[in-house]
Each structure stands twice: as structure tokens, then as C-alpha cells.
């Protein structure tokens, strides 16, 4: 919570961390042309690390962009975007490695001119005037990981919700194929 109170401050984080995406996708381009595998490590940890940052900001923001009775329909609708993207970028990805045949500069400008959309998409985000003098950011590693632990205990659609996704993950991994007679190899219990 104390993060994403503080990264609502930096309206112009999205910018810069778009920015430093662009970065990463050229060095992991560098990475696919020399056939660097740490290299391209490096870029796949530095991406993760992007990701812990851009998370908390993009949903920090709605609150200064949205009204109360909007927050909920604005979640549900950033949710169903990210999930989207993750599907298409799925898709995206094979069908650019299965044209390209391997080629690794259509792949490497693939990623490259994804990035560069980010970043051009991210300058259209609503500026956001808060005074960060009425923002107090608790310090204490251990007593906002505790709150939040504490928090997350309770039961709530949050943990519904990751519950049932858990059970579906289950049943989808141990059930038969539909053209199957026998059960798959891959299990969860093995």
C-alpha cells in the first residue's frame, strides 16, 4: 500500500518505465543476435524487475483518475486488459516465430516495436496533479509487510477468487484429454 502511495505521486513513472522497457527489449535484441544467453538472462530479470514496478503504478493511478463509484468497473477493465494483452502477446509470439522461421531480427524488431507502442500509448495517460505532502509513506519494511499479511488472512473475493483460479488450475492439469482414453503424464501430484 505504501508503494503504490508513492508511485501515485510519480505520474510520469509510466513514461519513464516504458522508456527503460525500450532499453531492455534493445538489450535483449543484442542478446539474440550474438546468441548471448546471459545476456539475454540479464534482460529477462531486468524485464521481471520492470514488471514489479509498472504493476503497482498503473493501479495507483486509477484512483486519481477515476471517481469511488467507478474504481471497481476501472479494475475490472484493467484486469480483463492485461489479461487480453497476455493472450494476444501469446499468440503474437508464436505466430512471429513460426513466420519468421527463426529469423532473429524479425523477432528482435518484433518486441522492439512493441516496446516503442508502449511507450507512445503511455504519453496519452492523464496527467495528475497530487500534492504529496498529504501522502504519508510508512518506511518500516516489516510492519507494512506485516499489515499486509494480516490483510490478506481475512477472507475475501481476492481470496475467492485466487481460490477457484487454484482449483481450475488443479482439475485442468489431472483431467483426460476429450480424445483421450487414459490420463495425461503431467500431473500436479507426481
Known amino acids: 500500500n505504501s508503494a503504490a502511495k508513492l508511485l501515485s505521486v ?111 500509448s503511455s504519453t496519452f495517460i492523464l496527467k495528475q496533479k497530487v500534492n504529496p505532502n498529504n501522502i504519508q509513506v510508512d518506511w518500516n519494511f516489516f510492519r507494512t509487510s506485516f499489515q499486509t499479511i494480516k490483510y490478506a488472512k481475512k477472507p475475501s473475493a481476492y481470496f475467492y477468487n485466487f481460490t477457484w483460479k487454484l482449483l481450475v488450475l488443479v482439475l485442468r492439469c489431472n483431467l483426460p484429454h476429450p480424445n483421450s482414453t487414459t490420463y495425461p503424464t503431467v500431473s500436479l501430484w507426481k
Request: glycine residues 10%; neutral net charge.
Open 10 to 120: 510519480l505520474t510520469s513513472a509510466v513514461c519513464y518505465l516504458k522508456i527503460s522497457e525500450i532499453i531492455i527489449m534493445i538489450l535483449a535484441t543484442v542478446g539474440f543476435l550474438i546468441g548471448n544467453l546471459w545476456l539475454l538472462l540479464l534482460a529477462l530479470f531486468l524485464l521481471g524487475t520492470h514488471s514489479t514496478f509498472f504493476g503497482p503504478i498503473k493501479y495507483a493511478i486509477l484512483p486519481e483518475i477515476l471517481k469511488p463509484n467507478e474504481l471497481m468497473s476501472g479494475n475490472a477493465l484493467f484486469q480483463s486488459g492485461t489479461s487480453m494483452a497476455i493472450l494476444i502477446g501469446m499468440i503474437l509470439g508464436g505466430a512471429v516465430i513460426s513466420l519468421s522461421q527463426g529469423n532473429l531480427v524479425w523477432i528482435s524488431s518484433t518486441v522492439l516495436i512493441i516496446a516503442i507502442l508502449g511507450y507512445i
